[in-house]
């Protein structure tokens, strides 16, 4: 357990509104991460941090914007949600440091927008 | 650009049957390869970190190995509880960011 939680587990929203993902870790690591699971296309990363206000776009990064304001938390934003962003968005936390490169993830949180 | 191609796509075992699944990839250059496993519903769970071809990793029944190509999930006498999705991904020298494949999903019946 890495100490991860993810929250809501469940939404469902209407096309159009704003959408909030809350990412939290309690293990003060470095790196947090964004990633979107849809059937085809396995995970992709959305936008990931490397440390408070230090945030970078992954690939699938379009239509979303983050914020870390505070090591334990990385918020996700759907400015204005479309039925494409319909999916399983998983946070994950790495320590980045040598010999210790591995993700750990959180248990996700399943986005349905009508 | 980083590429991973896991086989097969989905696969049925027989309790105690023993086989393999590959993971295929593509990086400039390569920091460390990673195998999770993934429940219904849950997160991915991390099993392994490879770091250079000819290591061999082991946890109970699975052994993960790589090559400068390839890796491999070798699953001995899987049990229906080994029955899961298994994720390979990849990691480029240059930076923290994980490339994916899209997963074989595991069935291992009684």
């Known amino acids: 357990d890495a100490g991860i939680t993810q929250s809501p587990r469940h939404k469902v929203t209407e096309t159009g509104t704003p959408v909030t993902l809350r990412c939290h870790q309690t293990?003060?690591?470095?790196?947090m991460y964004w990633y979107r699971q849809d059937p085809g296309h396995g995970l992709r990363l959305i936008h990931y941090?490397?440390?408070?206000?230090?945030?970078d776009k992954g690939e699938v990064s379009d239509g979303y914007s983050v914020s870390r304001s505070k090591t334990e938390d990385f918020l996700l934003t759907l400015e204005s949600a479309t039925s494409s962003q319909t999916s399983v968005y998983f946070c994950?936390?790495?320590?980045?440091?040598?010999?210790?490169?591995?993700?750990?993830f959180g248990p996700g949180t399943r986005l349905t927008v009508t | 650009e980083d590429q991973v191609t896991q086989s097969p796509e989905a696969l049925r075992l027989q309790e105690g049957e023993s086989s393999s699944l590959n993971c295929s990839y593509t990086?400039?250059?390569?920091?460390?390869l990673f195998w999770y496993r993934q429940d219904p519903g849950k997160g991915p769970e991390f099993l392994f970190t490879?770091?250079?071809a000819g290591e061999e990793k082991e946890k109970e029944r699975l052994k993960a190995t790589l090559t400068k190509k390839e890796s491999f999930l070798h699953i001995t006498a899987p049990k229906p509880e080994d029955s899961a999705t298994y994720l390979c991904?990849?990691?480029?020298?240059?930076?923290?960011?994980?490339?994916f494949g899209e997963g074989t999903q595991l069935t291992v019946n009684p």
């Open positions: 941090s490397y440390g408070v206000k230090d945030t």
């Open positions: 490879l770091y250079s």
């Open positions: 990086v400039s250059g390569l920091r460390g």
């Open positions: 991904a990849v990691q480029e020298t240059s930076g923290s960011r994980l490339t």
């Open positions: 994950a936390i790495s320590r980045g440091l040598a010999g210790s490169y591995e993700q750990y």
């Open positions: 293990e003060n690591h470095r790196y």
